[in-house]
């Protein structure tokens, strides 16, 4: 790989939805000639930027959501991105795309979301994807996936609330565990000179609105998902306990929400 990924800068001051990711893009170091894929993370917002970023380079992205694609499409085209180009994938996660065609794969959690709905009936399976992705990597090109390791830490977070929390975290324990995944995926499928980066983001008292719409985005969850979360083996005391708990949180100007991601880039 021609361009180490270094260590990102982490503040606790407010930044742009994508600024994070605007760091991992230029220590890409993606060439002008380079054919890139972006295998896009479910917030469409994100492949926009990094069409933007891309500056007239071009790039392809694809989804197996039809409104994803259809979003993207739409987007593209009224803030006249002529760079992009956007393609479906298949319920089982083909890709519409010829063998060797991407200097470039970058997986912005694509993974996860990728397969979050997969079921045995899909075959949309880790392994499965990483293969597919192979197939449109041209030889000696290069795959980097940015995706998460592990749920969001919350600090200081007493015994009983933690032991609550992971009873919510455990359905969603593939998706979270990806990111140190995606490592053995691409070493077992031969790929070449890998190399791994972490990195942290911190929500915190000190950001004011994003911090107050961090802890009121899981209070809504909590209500909203409470049915299933009592069919997952939650009782309802429990999740009114978590809740109270993320309230008092609001006034704590020690707690700390702490997310974090690993990017992984190997080398066909």
Aim: aromatic share 8%.
């Amino acid at each position: 790989m021609g361009t180490d990924i270094r260590h990102l800068e982490i503040t606790s001051q407010k930044k742009d939805l994508v600024e994070p990711n605007k760091e991992i893009w230029s220590d890409l170091g993606i060439k002008q000639s380079d054919n890139v894929l972006f295998f896009p993370t479910p917030n469409v917002l994100v492949p926009i930027a990094f069409a933007k970023f891309m500056n007239k380079r071009k790039v392809t992205f694809v989804d197996a959501s039809e409104i994803n694609v259809s979003t993207l499409i739409s987007l593209a085209a009224d803030m006249r991105l002529s760079n992009v180009t956007v393609k479906l994938a298949t319920p089982t996660g083909k890709f519409p795309i010829a063998d060797s065609t991407f200097d470039l794969v970058f997986s912005d959690w694509g993974y996860s979301h990728f397969i979050q709905d997969s079921t045995p009936s899909t075959g949309i399976e880790p392994e499965a994807l990483t293969k597919e992705l192979l197939r449109i990597l041209k030889p000696e090109g290069r795959i980097a996936a940015l995706d998460e390791n592990g749920p969001p830490i919350m600090f200081p977070c007493p015994p009983e609330i933690q032991s609550i929390r992971n009873k919510i975290d455990l359905p969603r324990l593939e998706k979270y565990t990806m990111g140190r995944r995606i490592y053995g995926l691409l070493k077992s499928n031969g790929l070449k000179n890998i190399r791994l980066k972490g990195y942290s983001r911190f929500v915190t008292r000190d950001d004011g609105e994003k911090f107050a719409a961090e802890l009121n985005r899981r209070i809504q969850h909590l209500d909203l998902q409470k049915d299933s979360l009592v069919k997952s083996g939650l009782t309802p005391q429990e999740i009114e306990k978590y809740k109270q708990w993320l309230k008092i949180q609001a006034g704590n100007d020690s707690f700390i929400v702490q997310f974090n991601s690993i990017l992984t880039v190997g080398q066909k």
